[in-house]
């Protein structure tokens, strides 16, 4: 076949800022890279041109999410395969640098680029094989990212550095590819795997050679410095994912199930330990939820919020709203391996009221509502040092459950635009705090509202 721009497909989880890729192969097969658990998507692609997935590559053990792998192993009989290093328990094909795989004209030839995990593989997609084969494009998955590399730190502090070192030579050796190819990352805008913001999701090698600050890092020394300083904080599941991604998601034989629970039914799962999460928009939760019930709006990045804040070892009921997608909320708690899902309340908040259920408010504020509350900022370190209100106490959302003491009495939360304040308020509830607001909308807002000029840097 002729490779052309068509026979890519990105998948953009905009949620998780990660992309996958569907290939074409131009006989009614594809190549799929980097798929998720959820499918979704990449099986609304393939249906669209009457494809089926003959082959799955992962570029490394995620951290962020589920592999679909194994599903489309066992679903498609797709050939998975991925990097030797990885020790995977589960049928592969496992691969070493410069391996080669024909994909029956195209073919993928595998490179070693260790640093986002100590396994990683970049693929180099080809048309034909060997030494005469042109090379069409690179899946570079948490190597070479748009404008930066993907975080070392995965595996634990006591190996960020030697994998900072690996990520310097892993994108030199990448860098030597020639400048006009195609550059397709796993990670890119919104991954908390060191994309910078407003990247855009692919590149080329030529383009990273003239743009990319760590391909301009002097030395290996610089490069490592540069890498680590650009590091934030990252959810608490990626610590667990390596491992299941590694032994295999268990398949799944659909859409798993929400089902349906009572009152009463809740009410003891909360008396046992589950959790409950009220996924509804965050003006519906501010107007009545149950005691003690955590806030996390279904949207894109739910799954990031969930797998930050609850254990995966407890229950969880969901309270839901009218016209909420129950298909995105389960497939959102389970391509992070969420599967201790005990249900949605039937009927909602009505029927919780009706059922004399205790109910709890949480204000909901604009600027010019706010009076004169200590004002408690949750966004990221990066996003406070960008600009922030003068005065503000800090405390990224992720560590607020860990740091419920610190915050402010009566505070006024607020963060970009009003769902993490929501989130991160419902956490201090729990913790017993009391006569909270969140602001409605976000910093900016507030700080025009008030006549006051945002301030950069981190709090002292």
């Given at each position: ?352 009221r009706e059922a004399e259920g205790a109910v709890a408010a949480t204000e909901f504020v604009t600027p010019e509502e706010a009076g004169q509350r200590p004002y408690l900022d949750v966004r990221q370190e990066s996003e406070f040092a960008a600009g922030h209100v003068p005065g503000a106490t800090h405390i990224e959302l992720g560590s607020l459950t860990g740091r419920a003491a610190d915050a402010p009495q009566g505070a006024l939360v607020a963060c970009g635009r009003g769902e993490r304040a929501m989130t991160a308020a419902s956490i201090l509830e729990r913790a017993g705090h009391t006569g909270l607001a969140v602001l409605r909308g976000g910093f900016a807002e507030y700080a ?13």
């Amino acid at each position: 076949m002729r490779f052309a721009d068509e026979h890519l497909i990105p998948l953009v989880d905009e949620g998780l800022g990660n992309s996958a890729y569907l290939v074409d192969l131009g006989d009614g097969r594809a190549l799929a890279v980097d798929a998720s658990r959820d499918l979704r998507a990449l099986r609304a692609a393939a249906d669209r041109r009457g494809l089926t997935v003959a082959f799955a590559a992962d570029t490394h053990l995620h951290a962020d999410f589920l592999s679909g792998a194994v599903q489309l192993g066992h679903d498609d009989g797709a050939t998975v395969l991925a990097s030797a290093a990885g020790h995977r328990a589960f049928p592969h094909t496992p691969l070493a640098d410069g391996d080669e795989v024909d994909l029956g004209g195209l073919a993928l030839r595998a490179l070693a680029t260790p640093g986002h995990t100590d396994e990683h593989l970049s693929f180099l997609l080809l048309d034909g094989a060997g030494a005469g084969a042109t090379e069409l494009g690179v899946f570079t998955g948490g190597s070479l990212i748009v404008d930066s590399a993907a975080r070392p730190d995965l595996l634990g502090p006591e190996r960020t550095e030697e994998l900072a070192r690996a990520q310097y030579r892993s994108l030199r050796r990448l860098a030597t590819l020639p400048d006009h190819l195609p550059v397709w990352p796993t990670h890119g805008v919104g991954s908390f795997c060191s994309a910078p913001p407003g990247a855009a999701r692919t590149t080329t090698v030529g383009a990273q050679k003239q743009s990319n600050p760590l391909l301009a890092a002097p030395t290996e020394d610089a490069f490592v410095a540069e890498l680590l300083a650009s590091l934030g904080s990252y959810p608490a599941y990626f610590a667990r994912l390596g491992e299941l991604n590694r032994t295999g998601p268990r398949v799944l034989g659909g859409t798993p199930r929400l089902p349906l629970l009572d009152a009463a039914q809740l009410g003891r799962l909360l008396a046992s330990g589950g959790q409950v999460v009220d996924v509804r928009p965050a003006a519906d939760y501010a107007a009545g939820h149950i005691p003690g019930a955590l806030s996390i709006p279904l949207r894109g990045q739910f799954a990031t919020w969930l797998g930050w804040l609850l254990p995966d070892t407890a229950p969880l009921a969901f309270v839901t709203g009218e016209d909420q997608d129950l298909d995105e909320l389960v497939w959102q708690a389970h391509k992070i391996g969420y599967e201790r899902v005990a249900g949605r309340l039937a009927g909602g908040m009505r029927a919780w009221r009706e059922a004399e259920g205790a109910v709890a408010a949480t204000e909901f504020v604009t600027p010019e509502e706010a009076g004169q509350r200590p004002y408690l900022d949750v966004r990221q370190e990066s996003e406070f040092a960008a600009g922030h209100v003068p005065g503000a106490t800090h405390i990224e959302l992720g560590s607020l459950t860990g740091r419920a003491a610190d915050a402010p009495q009566g505070a006024l939360v607020a963060c970009g635009r009003g769902e993490r304040a929501m989130t991160a308020a419902s956490i201090l509830e729990r913790a017993g705090h009391t006569g909270l607001a969140v602001l409605r909308g976000g910093f900016a807002e507030y700080a025009a509202a008030r006549g006051v000029r945002l301030v950069e840097g981190t709090a002292v």
